[in-house]
């Protein structure tokens, strides 16, 4: 298991923003325009959660495969007790595409004020990627946030993009 993170509200802070920051604010055209999340700036919803690579070929028009993350489970895939192991929390996160990708590679995090863990997630060649972090159920407010970097086929465009989203802020009573 990995290396749990906790610290105060300024580290929390952080901690977001290293997650945020790559997340894509828009795609214009095939330009993807990235935008930092900063420490003094409120948490807010990572702006882009889907993305379409094209590709045009000129015996069959235009090609798309359109991907998509997303947080998975009830309730929107918000933070929540697990079912699986006992005593914990976890939130759970994919990326899914219409074509396989060259690679996907992720993380996932989930926030509290009592701490964080950030996992890393990803495949390679595969329409699909899946990612969870959990912490140990306390008393508080949950959230998660996931962000991935899509590596698109030979030929199509744009070759890279970044999709990202958030999950609601919760109050989990341990």
């Not at 935008?35 to 807010?44: I, V």
């Amino acid at each position: 298991m990995g290396q749990q993170h906790r610290g105060s509200a300024a580290g929390l802070k952080r901690k977001l923003a290293v997650v945020g920051a790559v997340a894509v604010v828009g795609v214009v055209g095939n330009v993807a325009t990235a935008e930092a999340a900063t420490p003094a700036a409120a948490p807010k919803v990572l702006a882009k959660y889907n993305v379409d690579f094209s590709s045009p070929s000129l015996a069959r028009g235009t090609r798309v495969i359109h991907c998509e993350i997303r947080f998975i489970g009830d309730h929107g895939g918000i933070p929540h007790k697990s079912g699986h192991v006992h005593g914990t929390i976890n939130v759970r996160t994919g990326v899914t595409c219409t074509q396989p990708l060259r690679m996907i590679r992720g993380k996932v995090g989930l926030f509290s004020n009592r701490g964080s863990k950030i996992k890393a997630f990803g495949s390679t060649g595969a329409r699909t990627a899946k990612g969870n972090a959990a912490l140990v159920c306390r008393t508080g407010k949950y959230h998660g946030e996931a962000v991935a970097t899509l590596y698109a086929p030979a030929g199509y465009s744009p070759r890279v993009a970044t999709v990202g989203k958030r999950t609601p802020t919760v109050s989990i009573h341990c």
